[in-house]
């Protein structure tokens, strides 16, 4: 028997309403006295605010952290990750270990970023030792692409600091940017850039519990890279996101390759390409080994970034969370983290977007409701496997801190994690 929940949501989206409905929920009003909401992610921060005087109850449960802006505003992901380094630097961890250009080996999926204003100064020494690199300036409260664009020449980085201090603009002042190492040699198939989104859930900061979606997707620029640099301006070229690409030419699917099975072809729809068509045409290309490696790392970003954030989290027992990792593969099959979304799209664009969307949503609360399905915070959230749908665990911290059968990232802790088995196979496919 299910337990009829009363839920509210800020978002009117058929994918989220479907599965309440299935479930046999009813939709109160968030005035009301409710079990579960699927809140927007600034809903959920100024139910938590103090001035809120809100206190939620035992068998309430929210889709977001309060502070999950940790790991999803772009300036202080960047920060997490440049002070989790430091500090198993300081542990004399071999996780932090560098080359002898100084990169770390292990911990090296952040594109190089500064915060601008802050670190304009740091940004103009890295740029006068590497003087013929492209980067890219975000203003780190924004999505959807806004206001980003591409420099090359210290120049445009001076001209745009002066005009970002001038008065006449005073909207851009507020921002503060981030400005990353572009990645210049994205993998490109059929000629097209490409961005991975990958999904994950976590349940539970500390200890950390987190799993990591099977089903996640390529998203395609429409247009063809241009390796040139001249189109710098382009952001069709160099952007992946749904919401540019929208706005760009028709959509073109890159071409089948001949490794890649025809029937997997034909089910890109919307620029997208589903994970395990990307897994069969690297495996066919470029070897299994290389792209189970590939995977591997993706695995061990996803959950370095995550313990970066972890210490500083506010890890309240009412909140799980699902993120879209977005990131650039390159032409040597390194993964690049380009930044993490604390409200992925429920819009569907297609109706395989649609199924994905769905079965998504209906996996992440079967893995955070308690068998009875009746929130409940203090449940210890050790759903059955049999829950985990198309989920597949990553890591807990609790169940397997002193078991060593596990996987090797749920080992790597901090201060002394084993590193060399790094690049065994992903326990995901
Ligand atoms: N360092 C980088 N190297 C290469 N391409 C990048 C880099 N950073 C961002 N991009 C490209 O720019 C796009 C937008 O970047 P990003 O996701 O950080 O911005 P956004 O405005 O928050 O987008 P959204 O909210 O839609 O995810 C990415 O999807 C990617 O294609």
Redesign the pocket.
């Known amino acids: 028997m299910t337990a009829r929940i009363a839920y509210c949501t800020d978002m009117e989206k058929s994918v989220l309403a479907n599965n309440f409905e299935k479930r046999g929920w009813f939709q109160v009003s968030p005035d009301d006295e409710w079990y579960f909401y699927w809140a927007g992610a600034q809903t959920c921060r100024s139910l938590f605010s103090v001035d809120s005087g809100y206190r939620m109850n035992d068998n309430q449960m929210i889709n977001h952290f309060p502070t999950h802006y940790e790991l999803t505003r772009?300036d202080l992901l960047v920060k997490n990750i440049k002070r989790y380094r430091r500090e198993l630097e300081r542990e004399g961890s071999t996780l932090a270990a560098r080359d002898a250009t100084g990169r770390y080996i292990h911990l090296d999926f952040l594109?190089t970023?500064f915060m601008l204003p802050a670190d304009y100064n740091l940004f103009v020494e890295e740029f006068r030792r590497n003087p013929n690199t492209?980067?890219?300036l975000?203003?780190a409260g924004?999505?959807?692409?806004?206001?980003?664009f591409l420099v090359n020449k210290l120049a445009q980085i001076k001209k745009w600091s002066r005009d970002t201090k001038s008065s006449f603009n005073p909207t851009l002042v507020k921002d503060t940017y981030v400005i990353?190492?572009?990645?210049?040699n994205?993998l490109l198939i059929g000629g097209k850039?490409?961005?991975l989104r990958m999904y994950v859930l976590v349940t539970s900061y500390r200890p950390l519990k987190a799993y990591m979606y099977k089903q996640g997707f390529c998203?395609f620029?429409t247009v063809r890279y241009d390796t040139s640099g001249q189109e710098l301006d382009n952001?069709f070229v160099?952007?992946?996101?749904?919401?540019?690409q929208k706005h760009g030419a028709s959509i073109s699917h890159p071409s089948p390759h001949p490794y890649s099975p025809q029937e997997e072809y034909n089910s890109v729809h919307g620029g997208k390409w589903p994970v395990r068509t990307l897994r069969l045409y690297l495996e066919g290309t470029r070897g299994k080994s290389r792209t189970d490696r590939l995977f591997s790392d993706i695995t061990w970003l996803v959950v370095h970034s995550l313990r970066a954030v972890a210490p500083i989290m506010a890890s309240d027992r009412h909140c799980f969370e699902c993120y879209?990792y977005?990131i650039?593969i390159d032409d040597q099959l390194k993964p690049?983290m380009?930044?993490v979304?604390a409200s992925p799209?429920m819009t569907s664009t297609t109706a395989n977007d649609r199924i994905l969307k769905y079965k998504l949503v209906d996996d992440i609360i079967s893995i955070v409701l308690p068998p009875d399905g009746v929130p409940n915070v203090h449940w210890n959230k050790i759903p059955s496997p049999d829950k985990f749908g198309d989920f597949e665990l990553l890591l807990d911290e609790e169940v397997y801190q002193n078991s060593d059968h596990h996987h090797q990232h749920t080992s790597g802790h901090r201060g002394g994690g084993k590193t060399s088995d790094r690049h065994s196979a992903p326990r995901w496919k």
């Open positions: 772009k594109p970023t492209t980067w890219i975000k203003p924004r999505s959807q692409g806004v206001g980003i990353s190492r572009y990645i210049e994205p850039k490409f961005d998203r620029c952001m160099h952007l992946t996101n749904v919401s540019i879209g977005d650039i690049w380009i930044e979304n799209s």
